[in-house]
């Protein structure tokens, strides 16, 4: 679930020169309780506050103009509650995400919380990179992260039998399907009951490329794309070859981009771009979230639960109409697709892992970061329902990003029974074979990296369907070989089956 742009509070110039920001601050020599080692917090004056704690939280996001008027309410809010003062900021999403995030932690820089992922600043990989904190001490004092998790989701996102991530407490399976525009929906009686795969929509893709100018019938920006109704259970990254069939057929990983599912879907996607049903320059785009928002595509293929197309409406402030595709499943996708970590380099872990904690158990500050101010950027319906008023300021939603989104508000134009829609759903998925297991890519690092290169110079192309697929696959498939995608297939088999050994289900 897998499957919606910059500033929060700071901007990118003001992180690269943090030392100056926190010039007002003292340091002062304290030893971390849990992991027993001597940091250096930062602690600053605040109208005669003693000794308040400045944490860093850096999340994948829209860009919010009023992020500051919320920091200062969350600020006002935690004052007396855990004494931190929050400077919050995001980066964007995916592609723009990561480049911004991995830099500073390569480099140290003092940053308290990260949201991180198997899609954004790479959990696996940072965590191996020693760039992540373990948690495990930290979860054992303050064990209420555990109890609403649930032990057996977090430790599908351990490795090796350590945290140095939590997992969001929301959906636990996936599905995939299209977010369909409504008012196209009504106009054209798409019978959505009758929709079953990609093709079925086809009659209506005709139709609106031939009644609706300046709409396009079907989005796709780089891998938010129908190919994600494949659905492949990738043993790493999603762009590195190497994945299972998302229904326990086998234990037998493949080369997933050369599957038979696989070209015939970049063939029928190379049919709609010629036929006008995906943009022109869709290779090229790079920004999904901002091309959802603008109202000018009819379908979208997304990752699907209960209420998504609700909740969609609220960062783009565009109804939708949601149509399953796939069956639901529980995998590696779930346990690490929404995450925060504390950085190896965050001079405040305890207190960050605190407030992280509260994400989880404190409505009102999951909901400031949700919905923003009372009054301002939202209405009360109900103690738990909520009306966003008509403000450009503030339209974050997406509220699965961290915490505990069960106790999140509801918004006017959602189900009541949203959440307990939600634990029905996650009873629903097909546990995959390969859930909880990590693969560990050092004897084949040269060759994963070599691959994630091939891949990323075609699937831009083959996802949108903007070349011959023929003459493209044959030209990746001949760099892969040379690349040494066999040597890196052969090794996630072998330990995928000395792990089976001990984890069948």
Known sequence: MIKAKKGLCLALSAVLSLSVMLTGCKSEKKTDPVNNDQSTTQTTKDNGA?????LTFYSVGDSQADMQKVCDAVNAYLKDKLNVKIKAESFGWGDTYSPKINPMLAAGQPVDIIFTANWAANYRQNAAAGYYRELNDYLKKYPKIKEIVGEDFLNGSAINGKNYAVPTNKEKVHNWGFLLKKDLVDKYKVDVKSIKKMEDLEPYFDKIKAGEPGVTPLLAVQMDAPWHLLDWDNISDDD???????????????????????IAQYKKLHEYY?????HANAATMDNFSE???TGKYFAAVQPLKPGKADEMFTSTNIKWEQVDITPPIMSNRETTGALLAIPASSKNPEKAFQF?????TDKTLKNMFVYGIEGTHYTKVSDNVVKLTDNKGYRAGNGWRFGNQFIDYLMDNEDPQKWKQFEEY????LVLKSLGFAFDSKNVESQASACKTVIQTYYKQLFTGSVDPDKTVAKMSSELKAAGVDKLIAEMQKQYDEWLKTHKK
């Open 240 to 262: 590195i070859p190497g994945a299972l069939y998302s229904d326990n057929r086998d234990t037998k990983i493949i080369n997933q981009f050369e599957a038979p599912e696989s």
């Open 356 to 360: 992280i904690e509260m994400l989880y």
């Open 274 to 278: 010629q036929k006008g049903y995906i």
């Open 291 to 293: 091309e959802m928002k």
């Open 426 to 429: 996650n009873k629903k998925g």
């Open 50 to 54: 003693k000794d308040l704690v400045e």
